[in-house]
């Protein structure tokens, strides 16, 4: 091959240039491979400070420097009932406790079968209803996994350490879905009179927003409600264990599950934070949890 190409370059110089020309050219338009399926965003492996104090956030993880080894995709939205009422329909997912109009019941709260609610975020659903659903065969790209804990929350904070998906600014009401003033008006209308609202906090939806709502929240990658609209289910929780002994801790094995990201029905300030964590029994299916997926970059 370099016989060949000194000859053309003592024959014709200027068609060697032309090849050579042509090559780079080609190169240049390859596209790079996309490294998420559609409806995820990449948030770049590295290393960030996990955790928080006590008095500062709810039952955060003890502060630490952590590294996320590998790249990794998360979608974009929390997973509406549009998208579970699919997978039921498909026999993969179980349905998730439903709606009831009745006032003084918490299933008032949750979105399945509730009016006009296909576009909010699936609620009400077990931790292994959410793995279920993650795992099911029929996404873009194929099967899921739900995010380890030290994935959501580099997703949430970045590698920087913000202290909520947006940035370090929590004045502002229209970045997220919390439970402000209009949520405590609509709880005491049916008849649940012990909720109050997050101090100086209103906006415009009492309970669950639309899924793509709140874009003035997003990450820097794009993720939206990472803060606030539903608390999303973890897997891997950090080290398996909890730092608040005041919390009740399940007695039955692998007893405890980890829900991240404050929610509409968050009233507290330290519940706001993305370093705050909740924890709950495997089986839990509260109306302030919900989901959204994880998968490997690549």
Do not use: K
Not at 116 to 134: I, S
Not at 214 to 230: D, H, K, M, Q, Y
Not at 273 to 283: D, F, H, K, L, Q
């Amino acid at each position: 091959m370099q016989n060949v190409t000194a000859a053309l370059a003592r024959r014709s110089p200027l068609l060697l240039v032309a090849l050579v020309g042509c090559h780079h050219a080609t190169r240049a338009t390859t596209p790079a491979p996309t490294a998420c399926p559609d409806g995820m965003v990449l948030i770049a492996a590295g290393g960030f400070e996990v955790g928080d104090d006590p008095q500062s956030s709810f039952d955060p993880v003890p502060r630490r420097w952590q590294r996320v080894e590998r790249a990794f995709c998360v979608e974009r939205t929390e997973v509406s009932v549009a998208l579970f009422r699919r997978c039921v329909e498909a026999g993969a997912c179980t349905a998730p406790r439903a709606f009831v109009n009745a006032t003084g019941n918490s299933d008032r709260l949750c979105n399945w079968d509730r009016p006009d609610a296909e576009r909010h975020p699936v609620n009400c659903v077990t931790p292994a209803q959410a793995r279920a659903y993650c795992a099911w065969s029929a996404h873009p790209g194929g099967p899921r996994r739900l995010p380890r804990e030290t994935e959501w929350e580099l997703a949430a904070r970045g590698r920087s350490g913000r202290l909520y998906a947006w940035g370090d600014d929590a004045s502002a009401p229209r970045r997220a879905n919390l439970c402000g003033a209009e949520c405590e008006a609509f709880a005491h209308s049916i008849d649940m009179p012990a909720v109050t609202a997050f101090p100086e906090w209103e906006d415009p939806f009492p309970v669950t927003a639309p899924v793509d709502a709140f874009s003035e929240g997003a990450s820097p990658e794009g993720a939206l409600n990472l803060t606030g609209n539903v608390s999303e289910w973890v897997d891997e929780p950090f080290e398996g264990q909890q730092t608040l002994t005041t919390v009740l801790t399940p007695s039955e094995p692998g007893g405890v599950a980890i829900a991240r990201g404050a929610s509409f029905f968050t009233r507290n300030p330290r519940r706001a934070r993305a370093m705050s964590r909740e924890r709950e029994v495997p089986t839990a299916n509260a109306p302030w949890i919900g989901l959204r997926c994880a998968r490997d970059a690549g």
